[in-house]
């Protein structure tokens, strides 16, 4: 099956009508998904993943909000220039991006690699967005990332077949397996056997991941969400406390029974957590955690 075929079958899965769209965001081909109406909402993805990563909580999303999610540059079937990717170069063709469609203050929604690009984002251009909301985000620490899964990344980067995912599911998902065993496994190889699919990761060496200053994250003023699967095993649940003991307007939700893709262990208590956000009324949310799953909302203060 070929690339456009995968793809055609994983937008017919989210079950509602989704706009497939391609732009140049600052001469950079970048392809996006669209669906629903409501306050715009901004998704990025993780480093190896596309914009189908959102599929399993798309239709939840856009029932409430207008869904946008690019194949960042790079990844997907968006461009992937000969350049450095760093954070900065992340945060200006993000920046093209929203200029491209004509978004002024988006809620920014990034995980894993794409929270460090929103991160990135949020600190240059504040005035760009409305809130920010961040799924076990990467840019916040290096320790902790078993050895393991370090190999399950230059394994499927560079030799990008079904025993190098199932490699690096044990690291990424709670149960060391889901529908990432399936047909979105298969589009992402397809995707990494793309020409030119290895430049980011060359290119970038690690340099949208390395930690952000304590200085810098607290001055981001957004109200801000952080998400985190309480079994994540790639970037540590600890990492989020100090996101969230640093960031001012910050609240922290756990999600038991979730690793690195919340979205796609625990969709549900995912869509509650996010849409609860979106929809709450403006308010400092200073320094408070939480743990959300199914109806349960357990909450308290986070003390450092």
């Not at 070929?2 to 970048?30: K, S, Y």
């Not at 909580?57 to 461009?79: F, N």
């Not at 869509?271 to 199914?294: I, K, M, W, Y």
């Amino acid at each position: 099956m070929d690339l456009a075929a995968r793809r055609h079958r994983l937008i017919e899965r989210i079950g509602i009508p989704v706009e497939q769209g391609r732009l140049a965001a600052g001469g950079i081909g970048t392809h996006y998904l669209k669906a629903g109406r409501g306050p715009c909402l901004v998704l990025l993805h993780g480093a190896g993943g596309s914009s189908l990563n959102w599929s399993p909580v798309m239709a939840a999303l856009a029932a409430k909000c207008c869904v946008i999610a690019p194949d960042m540059v790079g990844y997907g079937e968006s461009d992937k220039p000969a350049v450095v990717y760093d954070r900065p170069f992340f945060a200006a063709w993000l920046r093209h991006f929203l200029d491209a469609l004509g978004l002024e203050k988006p809620i920014l929604l990034g995980h894993s690699q794409g929270g460090a690009v929103a991160l990135q984002f949020a600190i240059e251009h504040s005035e760009r967005l409305q809130r920010l909301i961040l799924v076990c985000p990467a840019g916040l620490s290096v320790d902790g990332i078993p050895f393991g899964a370090k190999l399950g990344i230059l394994w499927v980067n560079f030799l990008p077949s079904r025993l190098a995912a199932w490699w690096m599911s044990r690291y990424i998902c709670a149960n060391g397996r889901s529908e990432w065993d399936g047909e979105i496994t298969g589009y992402l190889l397809e995707v990494k056997r793309l020409p030119r699919s290895k430049r980011v990761f060359l290119a970038g060496l690690g340099k949208s991941i390395a930690p952000f200053s304590t200085e810098a994250l607290q001055g981001i003023a957004h109200p801000t969400l952080i998400v985190w699967g309480r079994q994540d095993r790639l970037l540590l649940p600890a990492h989020g406390a100090r996101a969230c003991r640093e960031i001012p307007a910050s609240r922290l939700c756990l999600i038991p029974g979730a690793g690195h893709l919340p979205f796609v262990d625990q969709p549900q208590p995912f869509c509650d957590a996010v849409l609860g956000f979106v929809n709450d009324q403006p308010r400092r949310h200073t320094h408070e955690a939480f743990e959300l799953s199914g109806a349960e909302d357990r909450t308290s203060r986070w003390h450092a």
